[in-house]
């Protein structure tokens, strides 16, 4: 079994100060639980100043989001150098909502997969469906053109250098979660284009973590789930109580 991994996904949430004051109040909660991986990915500028604070409680920083190139004339954007020199280990790729609003293509979400794994970055590959796909019935058309968009061409030596996020873009932000067994059939699925595709012993390995509204009363459900290896959490990744309940996930 792969080590569970939770990943709040700050979004365009809190300045830095208040980035960092959220981190220090979830901190006493969070270095309890050696078992599990804990990631935060707060927006680009407080990633330094959120990294010191994780790095000395042996918690993992993550980016939301960069571009594939190492350096150049490429105005407002930000390389995986870059990102590693700040001491992140994930950088989510290819989330709902970068599609979504800054059109980015299954193409490009590629590029910055080879290149975060070239650096040494731990790419998130977001993938999911929207509710009319879902609707006609194209969930995993839809799924497996992501997947081989993400990561085509990839050779890895170990499972733990990707972690795959199946997240419904009808669950993001919404309050509605996939029940924990129509989760579980596309985490199923998504490890089997894997094993097609990398091999069944590094498949096993991989981290497929669902993400969409979870929250403190669902959270346990899904991770019991046999192929739910952890939940990108968005919304009640803010909130101290709420993220504090879910990577406790399991216990009372
Ligand atoms: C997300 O940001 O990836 C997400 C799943 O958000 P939420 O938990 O708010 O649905």
Redesign the pocket.
Known sequence: MPTPLIVA?W?MHKTVSEAVDLVQEMLPDLRVIPEIQVAVAPPFVALSAVGVVLREAGLFLAAQNMFWEQEGAYTGEISPVMLRDLGCRFVILG?S?RRQYFGEGDGEVGRKVHSALQEGLVPIL?VGETLGEREYGKTFEVIERQMRGGFEDIVLDSGEELVI?Y?PVW????GKTSSPEAAQEVHGFIRGLLGNVLGEKVSEKIRIIY????KPDNVDALMAMKDINGA??????LDVDSFSRIVNFGRD
């Open positions: 996904n979004k989330h909502e977001c996020a997240e669950a993001i932000g919404t993400g969409g509204s979870v990108l959490v968005g919304g009640a990744s």
